[in-house]
């Protein structure tokens, strides 16, 4: 990951990271999702960045959408 990328949530689904990754998308903030889940036994978190000068917005959005 580049340096300019910060790391502003983590999922335990990975379809949780693809509906922020395309929340954020509607709202023009470019992110990274990165799976760090074992791939046979499905253990792990998926990581969603995003580039550090819109990570504080990406941020706030997110919490906004959080139940």
Not at 21 to 41: F, P, T, W
Not at 45 to 65: C, F, M, N, T
Request: charged share 20%.
């Amino acid at each position: 990951m580049e340096k300019n990328w910060v790391k502003i949530c983590t999922m335990s689904q990975p379809y949780q990271a693809e509906v922020v990754r395309g929340m954020l998308a509607e709202h023009n903030i470019r992110c990274v999702v990165v799976s760090r889940r074992d791939s046979v036994y499905l253990f792990g978190e998926v990581e969603v960045y995003a580039p550090k000068d819109q990570a504080l917005l990406a941020a706030h959005l997110i919490s906004k959408s959080s139940p």
